[in-house]
């Protein structure tokens, strides 16, 4: 099975730095992702990593060591509308069905 | 127009209803998934299919039914519903990565 963990909620100030971290414990594995929710809407993707190393778009990076079972999330020169949840994801091999498996996500706020 | 769209976006019934959430699909994915959402819990998979002959149970199914009637089209069905089926749903559908719809808040009373 899989085991999923993130903080449940992070604070930090508008314009600072923040990362989020996951670990993962997964039977194969074939990716992670980060997703972004607003409350009470969707999910929508930010990143997926697949090899090991650092990825970055824009504002967002996203980092993972397959070793470590490790991903962060690093959101640079944060916005208030950054507030949301950070829902890390990971994509296993077990069962050939290869679908992703979410965490509980991160709450972030941002304040000014 | 939206790539997945969910049907109703929210919806209070009493316990003992019948109800059906619809979704469809414009991606042209032979995958879509059901998700349920809690407070603290994060998304947990109801069901899933990887094409209109293949359905499958996820990890928190019982209570639930699913009808693929199209490649397009994945609906979500609770027979009899309970006040602890009260949570966010999301339909999704995936090629490489996941595309949610906007979500259905049901509210069972």
Redesign the interface.
Known sequence: GQNIDQPTEMTATEGAIVQINCTYQTSGFNGLFWYQQHAGEAPTFLSYNVLDGLEEKGRFSSFLSRSKGYSYLLLKELQMKDSASYLCAVRPTSGGSYIPTFGRGTSLIVHP | DAD?TQTPRNRITKTGKRIMLECSQTKGHDRM?WYRQDP??????IY?S?DVKDI?KGEISDGYSVSRQAQAKFSLSLESAIPNQTA?Y?CATSG????????T?LSVL
């Not at chain 2, 603290?40 to 998979?45: D, M, V």
């Not at chain 2, 490489?96 to 979500?103: A, I, P």
Request: positive net charge; charged residues 15%.
């Open positions: 997945v998934y603290g819990l994060g998304l947990r998979l899933y990887f499958n966010l999301f490489e990565k996941l595309f949610f719809g906007s979500g808040q």
